[in-house]
């Protein structure tokens, strides 16, 4: 009992409580949020890397929290590798020996990418899966044949640790990747008759009017498309542009990635990062569906995970790929947090000391869910 107080005393610590914060206006739902990384590239194959949230879950036999994570070598792209870390607290983590004497799960396939790097960008675990060595899936962006290109790839595992590439050979090559994977609600109806599984990916339209900003793609307005399959191995058909900003969204906004997850009361949730070009900072909305095809924004637009107050960590740009998992009887959210911004300046450059970024924590209680899709 002593030590699960000490966790708790820790992760309160970690933790900063809404009404003492001097950020923008928070989510009603919002019991508390980290003010520093709650997990650190402290292992020596993590050495001068950098970490980002991938996928969260529940251990069923456990009952312990999984997390994978992205590490990002310093170094070259083609080191970077999928991570797991598990604790029983949300405090204390354990990285167990998946791979010679790491927690790797998953690595490159050796090829340099002609765009983009090895990223694992979303994996589910498939609650209507009958065939056990695909119980978890995963799309990630690699490379497995040159002359092909980079694209999105799949890959299935019967545990989580173990993972088998299903191609080789990318099912989507149009850039990005920028992408979620979700499975359909049984009997899902869409414009093109059932779907086992959607994929959201980013995507672009030519707009020469656009504000002059210091964005990247000059030109290009980020939207959201989707993807469906019916069966997960096989055939994609897409993309379909589903949502992109409207009249009543500022000038510079722009949809980055939407993550897609299934709440207790049968609607979609998702995560809509929203890329905002002219000061290039990054935030997160909270938007509801009853199909995954047609989206509505939550919350009045507000952030529901907003920018950090100047100095912290998570003041420039904040990211969230991964879908929420209720425990410990709250909703937990761990997203990607940076003092920088998307072109990597700092936001507030006069910040003499600026802090390092990290994978960040927010909890809400189960109202997150109170969704009310149109």
């Known amino acids: 009992m002593k030590s699960l107080t000490r966790a708790n005393s820790k992760l309160a610590r970690l933790m900063a409580a809404v009404n003492d914060s001097d950020c923008m206006k928070e989510h009603p739902a919002l019991l508390s949020r980290s003010t520093q990384p709650v997990l650190l590239p402290d292992q020596p194959w993590e050495e001068g890397g950098r970490i980002s949230p991938v996928a969260t879950f529940i251990d069923e036999s456990s009952g312990d929290l999984l997390l994978y994570y992205l590490l990002r070598s310093s170094e070259r792209a083609l080191a970077n590798a999928l991570c797991l870390a598990r604790s029983n607290d949300g405090v204390n983590w354990t990285k167990p020996d998946y791979d010679s004497g790491t927690n790797i799960v998953m690595r490159s396939c050796g090829n340099e990418n002609d765009w983009g790097q090895f990223y694992p960008c979303s ?18 962006w690699d490379c497995p044949d040159p002359k092909l290109g980079s694209g999105i790839c799949l890959a299935t595992s019967p545990d989580g640790i173990q993972w088998n590439r299903l191609h080789n050979h990318p099912i989507i090559t149009g850039a990005n990747d920028a992408a979620s994977l979700i499975d359909a609600f049984p009997d899902a109806k869409t414009p093109f008759k059932g779907g086992s599984h959607f994929i959201h990916q980013q995507t672009f339209t030519y707009n020469p009017d656009l504000p002059t900003d210091r964005d990247n793609l000059k030109q290009m307005h980020r939207a959201i498309s989707i993807w469906k399959c019916d069966k997960f191995d096989e055939r994609w058909v897409g993309p379909v542009r589903i949502l992109e900003p409207d009249v009543d969204d500022e000038p510079d906004l722009q949809f980055y990635w939407l993550t897609a997850f299934k709440t207790p009361s049968g609607v979609y949730g998702g995560f809509l990062n929203c890329h905002h070009t002219i000061d290039q900072t990054m935030d997160v909305q909270l938007v509801s569906s009853k199909d995954g095809w047609s989206w509505t924004r939550e919350n009045d637009r507000d952030p529901v995970i907003p920018l950090a107050h100047r100095g912290q960590f ?34 507030y450059p006069e910040v003499e000391s600026q802090p390092n970024p990290g994978i960040g924590l927010a909890q809400f209680s189960t109202d997150f869910f109170n969704l009310n899709p149109q």
């Open 123 to 140: 994996i589910i675990r498939d609650e209507h899966e009958t065939d056990e060595t695909q119980n978890w899936k995963m799309i990630y």
């Open 314 to 347: 998570d003041c420039g740009l904040v990211s969230a790929i991964v879908p929420p998992v209720i425990w410990k009887d709250s909703v937990w959210v761990f997203y990607q947090g940076r003092p920088t911004v998307h072109d990597a300046q700092p936001r």
